[in-house]
């Protein structure tokens, strides 16, 4: 093999650093706004569940499309990585109040069987999706050690009631003692 082929070749990779790599990165946001979509749709329909649960993954989906048209911006990403967060508490507290019961007599027992199992199927991959938007936060330079909390013991003004220190070794300012043109004044 000679040296010049040994440096056109692309090492192989793993699947593991497939997935680190910028492609699925490239991706993530709108794979995770598109699945949160379909489920949502899937998931309301059979008329069992509450309009809440549409309006609170409409919320999700509004910021999820404001991060995708913002693609520098951390806070958009951050956003619906906290509503995505308040989610999944909400999904269960749905799940649990309007939940299909046996007794189907007005709507179609699958239809309502269905959007039962998207929701649960929605909620079990609201993690995934959390991941995915964290790693996309980190991405476009959100510090995630604070978590945008504010910091009380970082000051961003000076007190002006404190004088300021002095130092007494300051040098004195002293006239040139040699000038080629000396500053004349433009006359009035």
Known sequence: MQPEDAENQTPKQSPSEFLTMGLVDKFALKVVVGVQFVLTVWASM???????????????????????????????????????????????????????????????????????????????LKPVAIYLLFREYNRRGGDYGDLNFPNPTVRGYENIDQSLPTNNQVEEAHPPTSIDKPYTPLPQ
């Not at 549409?54 to 913002?70: C, D, R």
């Open 46 to 124: 059979g008329g069992w569940i509450d309009s809440g649960y549409v309006y609170m993954n409409s919320i999700i989906l509004i910021t999820g499309l404001m991060a995708i048209m913002m693609p520098e911006s951390p806070e958009s990403v951050f956003m619906m990585l906290i509503f995505e967060i308040l989610s999944i508490l909400m999904d269960i507290i749905f799940l649990g109040i309007y939940f299909p019961r046996i007794q189907c007599v007005e709507v179609n027992c699958s239809t309502m069987k269905f959007g039962a199992g998207m929701c649960i199927l929605n909620l079990l």
